[in-house]
């Protein structure tokens, strides 16, 4: 399927969104003035002219009525405005103008209302629509002129000017630019894109000027993929909502078997006619594909494109959910897990030496490597004479000595801190960058693609929205698979597995029940089209498995997977109380209406009034389920970017503890003791200090939205502990300062203290990152 949408098809697309149809108003207002000149007519005693004037009322929607049930039938629908052409001709044909004309008004509102209800629901999936750019400004040299974005190449430099939408993707040159994003991810507050740093079309400028070299066509960018998707999910092109054809399947043949019923028994053919008034449904099952087209708008707001009403319905009632496990669970990006330095060598001086040479690399882990420094705010140095060989890594001059990093020769045997770097990279499923500088093994960096912070909240929250079954599809390896797996507490995993492998596990499970299967990645897309519903991780993830997916996520956050759960949960369950709840009352007044009890007068103004109601009722679907939300206030979300942004600092100073812990296992000399010294120094000047602020300003700030200051105390008995721990470390620097030197009785306990600290800090790190930090991405 083409990803581009002509510039004029997309016209006609937005004018067919934007412009209410004609037909609905019009007969609205004749109804309503054929009403009421009746009313007149029969308060001043002329009741042959108010019969005439709700006679001709009731005439004028026949025609209309009829061409709606031809429609639905030519789409092969029942027709569930069929009850209504039988109610108008029934109340011509027993002389019921009143009841003809009420019908008839009841008919244009419902109609009316209809409309008005999908335009508002379709309104954000129509924003989205009308806001594609349409040309870009082209430099070349100092020439700045329009064009077409269908000129636009990869390679060309453009200008993107205050409140511009960018037109393609890109990356930023010069001057960082900032963003606003909310189009795509539905988050309100401005990020800033630092020169190098991609940016997607569809954002707007939300700062000064700035340039964007292009690495997309049109075709191929972020937003031509959108507004595709957003075509197929909008109200008007969205297919027939199965869910009201259901019950719009027996609630017709029962409406008509009831009139005939009542007219047989009675004999009054006036009571059949009152039984058809009161059933006649008009906007009544309209009303499920209001619920539904206002959840697929309300997920659009969040930055989640799903392609029509049944993909959301299915999401509904989905009750196995597969996962892909990376760029989905986790981040699709390596990250530096541990850096292990060499005695003589500090984890910040292999980083920075490490980082210094990867500068010139394009290699993914090069990349994690350089970021690590950089996060941790370490100042490289440029190297020389750089060279790289591909699955070996690279080799240059840092700082006059020669260095390479990547993988090594082990004819020799290992040293132990190698050996003991190598075992921790097989137990943590880490793949090892050996930092080497003149010929020596100076240390290691360890790499693996973590787990997503808002991963484990996300999977307790689809458990809570109804889904039963977590399964893991992963082609990686099975150790790493099953240890995120236990993280996760998911029901199954399974690893090693090839495309082939993936569909076949979609099969089975979707054979049992409903399925949804998530993933990103190229390999993902056939088992996206073989599940019930697909979702790609689109901000990320490859075209082939958006084009196969029912529903797009188009930011990088995986919670957004819970909240398009939350939304057709919700919204399916609006649509079904809609139309049963509606229909019990129709039902309700046809048994009334049967026995004699409901004039069709009377009934048609009691239909009307029910039909409004389960309209208004489904237009909750738009509304946000505050069951859910979490909302924060924007002071508490900035503490929680600058404490997260401090967990980035301090991870060198969980280095420095588990190396003093190591070289007092190694060697309990001089050096041992000076490192677990520097250990315990930084401890006090950085991260108690930081633990202090968490707990005085960030979780007083986080107990309204969580439930109230009982919602953090296992947080805080952690920093209870990390300080304890802490002032055990100093009393035995002291006493091992007033003896010379560490007491061997003091070894074992001090060893326990420093590894057991350690271990504590990765924890509260994570649970922090994980529970609270995810709550503001």
């Not at 609905?24 to 002329?46: N, S």
């Not at 993988?407 to 499923?429: C, F, K, Q, Y």
């Not at 997916?549 to 057709?568: F, M, S, W």
């Not at 009307?608 to 859910?628: C, F, K, M, Q, S």
Request: hydrophobic share 50%.
């Amino acid at each position: 399927m083409d990803r581009f949408i002509p510039r004029e098809q997309l016209r006609r697309l937005v004018t067919v969104l934007s412009l209410p149809s004609k037909l609905e108003p019009v007969l609205l207002a004749v109804t309503a003035a054929a009403l009421t000149a009746g009313g007149v007519f029969w308060l001043l005693g002329a009741a042959d002219l108010a019969d005439l004037c709700w006679g001709l009322g009731t005439v004028v929607a026949v025609a209309p009525a009829v061409g709606w049930v031809l429609d639905a039938l030519r789409h092969g629908h029942a027709g569930v405005d069929l009850i209504a052409v039988l109610a108008l001709v029934g109340t011509l044909a027993v002389g019921e103008y009143l009841a003809g004309a009420l019908i008839a008004l009841m008919l244009a509102t419902g109609r009316t209302l209809e409309a008005a209800a999908q335009r508002r629901a379709s309104h954000d999936l129509r924003a989205l629509l009308e806001h594609a750019p349409r040309t870009a400004r082209r430099r070349i040299g100092t020439e700045v002129r329009t064009v077409s974005l269908a000129e636009v190449a990869v390679g060309d430099l453009l200008v993107v000017g205050p409140g511009e939408v960018v037109p393609v993707d890109g990356r930023v040159v010069g001057a960082p630019a900032v963003l606003d994003e909310s189009v795509l991810t539905g988050e309100s507050r401005n990020v800033e894109r630092a020169a190098g740093h991609t940016v997607r079309s569809g954002v707007v400028n939300a700062g000064s000027a700035f340039e964007v070299r292009a690495s997309a066509t049109e075709q191929e960018s972020t937003y031509a993929e959108i507004v595709r998707l957003a075509r197929q999910a909008g109200a008007e092109s969205a297919p027939v909502v199965r869910l009201a054809d259901r019950y719009a399947a027996w609630f017709l043949p029962l409406s008509v078997a009831a009139a005939g019923l009542a007219w047989l028994i009675s004999g009054s053919a006036v009571r059949a006619v009152a039984v058809l008034v009161v059933a006649t449904p008009c906007p009544l099952l309209l009303a499920a594909p209001v619920a539904i087209v206002s959840g697929l708008s309300r997920a659009s707001r969040l930055g989640v494109v799903i392609r029509d009403g049944g993909a959301l319905e299915n999401l509904g009632r989905a009750r196995t959910l597969l996962l892909d496990k990376t760029g989905t669970l986790t981040g699709g990006r390596p990250r530096v897990l541990d850096v292990i330095a060499a005695p003589g060598w500090t984890p910040a001086e292999v980083l920075r030496s490490a980082a210094s040479l990867d500068q010139y690399s394009p290699h993914v882990l090069a990349q994690a490597v350089v970021d690590a420094a950089r996060e941790r705010g370490l100042e490289l140095t440029v190297p020389e004479d750089v060279s790289e060989e591909p699955g070996r890594g690279a080799t240059g001059t840092v700082g006059g000595r020669r260095t390479t990093i990547g993988r090594v020769d082990t004819h020799d045997e290992s040293p132990m801190w190698a050996r003991a770097a190598d075992n921790r990279a097989l137990l943590d499923g880490a793949a090892v960058a050996w930092l080497t500088v003149d010929g020596h093994r100076a240390g290691a960096v360890l790499l693996r693609d973590p787990l997503r912070h808002d991963a484990p909240r996300t999977l307790r929250r689809l458990r809570a929205a109804g889904i039963e079954r977590l399964v893991m599809l992963t082609g990686d390896r099975p150790e790493p698979a099953r240890e995120i797996a236990a993280v996760l507490g998911l029901d199954d995993v399974r690893a090693d597995l090839a495309p082939a492998d993936k569909v076949a596990a979609v099969r089975a499970e979707r054979a049992r029940t409903v399925t949804v299967m998530v993933g990103d990645g190229v390999n993902d897309a056939p088992a996206l089209a073989a599940a019930d519903v697909g979702v790609a991780m689109g901000a990320r993830g490859s075209t082939a498995s958006s084009e196969a997916a029912d529903i797009v996520l188009t930011t990088d956050r995986v919670d957004r997977l819970a909240d398009a759960v939350g939304i057709a949960v919700r919204s399916r369950r609006i649509a079904v109380q809609s139309a049963l709840g509606g229909m019990v009352m129709s039902l309700a007044a046809m048994v009334a209406a049967a026995f004699g009890l409901l004039p069709p007068a009377v009934g048609a103004l009691l239909q009307e009034g029910i039909d409004v109601a389960v309209i208004l009722n489904a237009l909750r679907a738009l509304r946000v389920d505050h069951a859910t939300a979490l909302p924060l206030e924007p002071a508490t979300e900035a503490l929680i970017h600058r404490f997260a942004a401090e967990h980035d600092d301090l991870q060198d100073v969980l280095e420095a503890v588990r190396e003093a812990a190591d070289r007092l296992s190694d060697s309990p000399g001089p050096e041992a003791l000076a490192s677990v010294g520097e250990a315990h120094r930084l401890l006090t000047e950085r991260l108690l200090p930081h633990e202090y602020a968490e707990e005085h300003q960030l979780y007083p700030a986080l107990a309204p939205a969580l439930g109230g200051p009982e919602s953090t105390a296992t947080m805080s008995r952690a920093h209870a502990e990390i300080e304890r721990l802490a002032r055990r470390i100093a009393t035995h620097l002291t006493l091992a300062d007033a003896a010379g030197g560490p007491a061997p009785e003091q070894l074992d306990d001090l060893r326990a203290c420093l590894y057991g600290l350690h271990t504590v800090l990765r924890l509260h790190f994570t649970q922090e990152e994980e529970n609270y930090f995810s709550l503001a991405p």
